[in-house]
């Protein structure tokens, strides 16, 4: 799964969030703990990837390619799917207050607090030019803004639901885009505001990022333990984010513990490439 379906699955959350807030927490946490559990093998993979990303010289580009288009996955990866990291810890986030629990919120910021470590690591990379060249640095750096731009369109339409500011990239700015959101639904239709801001979260991620996914495991199990913590009827309703690849995902995200056990086991062959061995490519 690559990270351009991630921002995808970021508007599901942030369209749906009502849905799950509404919805008592469940009893069992499965879900939640495949989330974490799939989280922090990703979040070492990234590191992985950033620690060897700083012992690369890249002054022959043709002979560094293959290494680079792996590192740049990753750090695409990092950027790109702190929008779904934010979004959905501010729906967990707003559903524990909404039913005065704390059944997910401990865990949802303790994903995010990791999510934004690797996050700051990644911009050390960035602004001391670490194993990779300006020009890759400002495309990057590119990328990384248009991220943190839809991060809190997406937050603002959540401010109906709670307080979720602090998850924002730019306070100011969610909040600005909630008080727009709010003219515009208010006009004759205006309900169809909301559904033409999803379908330009999905234009504006479709180029300018790698070929390659970093994690697709990761990332797909990720996403069936979001979904997983969804109402059924989400997926039995037509919009712009149904499709069979989601639905499978919900329907998969099962048997939360052996995944955990199965993410946790040491893999040779997973992860970000060692200084030692040359990076293969995956395929998405």
């Known amino acids: 799964m690559h990270a351009r379906e991630l921002v995808e699955v970021a508007g599901l959350v942030a369209s749906n969030g009502p849905l799950l807030v509404a919805a008592a927490p469940q009893k069992s946490s499965a879900y939640l703990e495949q989330y974490w559990a799939t989280s922090r093998y990703r979040f070492e993979s990234w590191n992985r990837t950033l620690k060897y990303c700083a012992t690369l010289s890249l002054e022959d580009p043709c002979e560094e390619f293959d290494k680079w288009v792996e590192i740049r996955a990753a750090l695409d990866e990092i950027f790109t799917s702190e929008m779904l990291t934010r979004v959905w810890t501010a729906v967990l986030v707003a559903r524990d207050r909404h039913w005065r629990s704390d059944a997910a919120e401990p865990l949802a910021r303790n994903v995010l607090a990791a999510h934004l470590e690797s996050r700051q690591r990644a911009l050390a990379i960035l602004l001391n030019a670490e194993g990779c060249s300006p020009a890759q640095a400002v495309a990057l750096n590119r990328l990384r803004r248009r991220v943190e731009r839809w991060t809190d369109v997406l937050l603002g339409g959540l401010l109906n639901l709670w307080d979720v500011l602090e998850f924002a990239i730019e306070p100011q700015r969610a909040a600005d885009f909630a008080t727009d959101l709010a003219r515009q639904r208010s006009h004759p239709g205006g309900q169809q505001a909301w559904q033409l801001t999803l ?86």
């Open 199 to 284: 379908i330009s979260l999905r234009n504006a991620f479709q180029t300018g990022l790698s070929p390659i996914a970093a994690n697709p495991d990761a990332n797909a199990r990720i996403t069936a333990s979001i979904l997983g913590c969804f109402p059924g009827e989400l997926f039995d309703s037509t919009g712009i984010f149904k499709s069979l690849w989601l639905m499978r995902l919900a329907a998969n995200a099962s048997d939360a513990q052996g995944m955990i056990s199965d993410l946790l086991r040491p893999n040779p062959h997973s992860g970000a490439p060692s200084p030692t061995a040359r990076p293969h490519r995956r395929r998405i």
